[in-house]
């Protein structure tokens, strides 16, 4: 749209430029130098605007390029090969003499332990129970509110979600250690007070906001008629909701699911102050967890620069960062099969 | 009659499920900011928020900690801010919706998006610390470590790069809402393009901009996972006042006090109090932006 305007504009100061030079050959004419100065600055606005637009770009390069940079030790590195290699965290290994090799997560004790499975599991494992919580409370409540709910409602929904989505994670940690873990250990019986279902729920809250939003806007973006068809077939509300709209905004509600699972193995406070932090290998929810973020984040501060276990922690980055992107590249990818579903051309 | 009447039953059963679901969150909602509010407002007092802690965290105030998040804040702020808009307008107003180069930086700011926090954290420790810090320290302090360790600078320029999707976003909002009639009038009266922008567009698009704005300092006050290893400080006898400076922070202070603490229970009224100010902050801000939102929305159909 730019293009048109800005060639309008040279043609039209253009001939005046020419009228006024020609007038007025030997003094130097101050409109023709004003107006160059003004496209020059629009020449340099231009630049700089493009420029700068880059560092998106630029921020995502260099995240990718610095993890890798201190990642990359651990294929190299000979001095980070006498404590621990790759294989090492992949397979299991006799780690104590005369038992069958095993998968452990000690990076701080004499022989320290790097398995990489207790985490990832533990990781899964926090994130499906997160899922679990938070995906019929935020698709159904999505559905009420878009399909079901008078106006009133959905005037104090929609602002209570975004409430929700704006508390900082350290302070619904907070509230799930100090407050829900307790209470969740004397309503079931629980022999550790923090473990995997406190620290699920605590993430569920934090991605409710995620899936209902991105719920709600699929559910909002298939067409009127489909409902008008519904309801021309004597169908009750309800019964379109449930029967038609859910159906056809099923892609973009999997695309928030998705999304919301790749936020709840990213995210950090919640598991860190809630979850118990025990390495076990295990998928039983009522065990501490230990996650791939909370390991980076207890663990990070008291590494040496460079050293075995700082890389180690760096390949956990790189590992979190690839398995985050993955799963918002999957849930971008049915965003834009809904998309294609309804019809819509954009 | 008999299917109409378990037609009309099936119906009030989902109706009621999918209620429910509206219920839970709000519920959930209601139950954290009750406990939070009933349990801090004692807290709450005009010493609290101006003194320094004493005999270990279990008395005096927060101050410092309030001090060091706003400071931070407002360094992201300054970095972010501009940065965002920019980027914004040129993905709105320069370059064609198709265009390849558009394409790959609103790629980029999908998934920087979505790139969990503590990533963030690795990333500032990564490039911000150990290669610009470092590399500034053997350049001009002969190797001597001033730079090149977690500080105030380094902190917010993390969150600065953390926060940059929020305003980009909101921006690109706010220039959506601009007719279309105003820039080309601009250029009809003469204005390069640059001019129509600075003079046309951005003053009408400011409200939105400040929202977007708004929700980055609201985001950026609540993260805790970035400073982590960044510049957060648990307990500093003085306020920062240099950028290599580090810094205590409300949320890191929940964070340590939490989970650190050797007596939770003399702890508790102070970290209640914390958590306090830091949700009234962050929800005060976001719920400001919010409204600044539905209020646009309102007015620019």
């Given amino acids: 749209m730019e293009g048109v305007p800005s060639e309008s504009l040279r043609e039209g100061f253009g001939g005046l430029e020419t009228a006024s030079s020609r007038a007025a050959a030997a003094t130097p004419d101050p409109a023709g130098s004003r107006l160059r100065r003004r496209k020059a600055i629009d020449r340099a606005a231009r630049w700089i605007i493009t420029l700068i637009a880059s560092t998106a770009i630029a921020a995502v390069a260099l995240i990718f390029l610095f993890l890798a940079r201190e990642a990359f030790p651990i294929l190299t590195s000979a001095a980070v090969h006498e404590e621990v290699t790759l294989g090492k965290m992949i397979f299991p290994q006799p780690w104590r003499e005369g038992e069958p090799a095993y998968y452990a997560w000690q990076p701080v004790s004499k022989v320290p332990k790097y398995s990489l499975l207790p985490l990832l599991v533990g990781t899964f494992k926090v994130a499906l129970i997160a899922l679990i919580f938070a995906v019929p409370v935020a698709v159904l409540g999505a559905v009420f509110t878009s399909e079901l709910a008078p106006r009133r409602v959905r005037e104090i929904v929609k602002p209570a979600v975004e409430l929700l989505a704006g508390i900082p994670s350290v302070v619904l940690g907070f509230f799930v250690l100090m407050v829900l873990a307790t209470h969740l250990q004397d309503l079931f019986g629980l022999q550790y007070r923090l473990n995997t279902i406190v620290a699920g729920i605590g993430l569920g809250l934090t991605i409710v906001p995620v899936i209902f939003t991105l719920s709600e806007d699929a559910l909002t973006a298939v067409p009127q008629r489909y409902r008008e068809a519904a309801f021309a077939l004597g169908a009750s509300r309800t019964r379109t909701a449930w029967s038609v709209v859910l159906p056809a905004a099923s892609p973009g509600i999997f695309a928030a699911i998705v999304l919301g699972f790749g936020r709840a193995m990213g995210e950090t406070m919640i598991v860190l102050m809630a979850s118990g932090n025990a390495a076990i290998l295990s998928w039983d929810p009522t065990l501490p967890v230990r996650t791939v973020p909370a390991t980076i984040a207890a663990e990070m501060g008291e590494v040496v620069v460079g050293g075995p276990h700082w890389t180690v922690l760096f390949v956990l980055g790189v590992l979190l960062l690839l398995l985050t992107i993955g799963f918002n590249g999957l849930s971008g990818w049915y965003v834009r099969r809904l998309r294609q579903r309804l019809g819509g051309t954009s | ?301």
């Fill in chain 2, 1 to 301: 009659m008999i299917e109409a009447k378990r037609y009309r039953k099936s119906t009030i059963a989902f109706a009621t499920l999918s209620g429910s679901g509206v219920v839970v969150i709000l519920g959930c909602l209601a139950l954290i900011l009750v406990d939070i509010f009933v349990n801090g407002l004692p807290q709450l007092s005009w010493e609290f928020l101006t003194q320094p802690p004493r005999d270990g965290m279990t008395a005096g105030g927060i101050f410092p900690a309030i001090f060091g998040t706003v400071l931070l804040v407002l360094l992201m702020t300054i970095a972010v801010v501009p940065v965002g808009v920019i980027t914004a307008v040129f993905l709105h107003e320069y370059a064609r919706p198709d265009a390849w180069y558009a394409r790959l930086i609103r790629g980029a700011v999908y998934n920087l998006a979505g790139i969990p926090s503590i990533v963030f954290g690795l990333f500032g420790l990564g490039f911000f610390i150990q290669f610009v810090g470092r590399g500034i320290d053997s350049w001009f302090f002969g190797g001597e470590v001033v730079w090149g360790q977690p500080a105030l600078i380094w902190a917010s320029l993390t969150l600065a790069v953390l926060t940059l999707p929020v305003v980009i976003v909101a921006t690109e909002e706010a220039l959506r809402t601009v007719p279309r009639e105003n820039r080309e009038a601009a250029l009809a009266l003469g204005c390069t393009p640059f001019e129509a922008l600075w003079k046309v567009t951005l003053p009408q698009a400011a409200p939105g901009i400040l929202t977007g704005a708004i929700l980055a300092v609201s985001r950026g006050a609540g993260e805790t996972a970035p400073i982590l290893f960044t510049g957060a400080a648990y307990f500093l006898p003085y306020l920062p006042t240099h950028p290599t400076d580090q810094f205590m922070h409300l949320g890191y202070h929940v964070y340590v006090m939490a989970t650190q603490s050797p007596d939770v229970e003399a702890t508790k009224p102070i970290l209640y109090g914390t958590v306090l100010v830091l949700l009234l902050v962050t929800a005060a801000l976001n719920g400001l932006a919010v409204w600044l939102r539905y209020r646009l929305r309102r007015t620019n159909p």
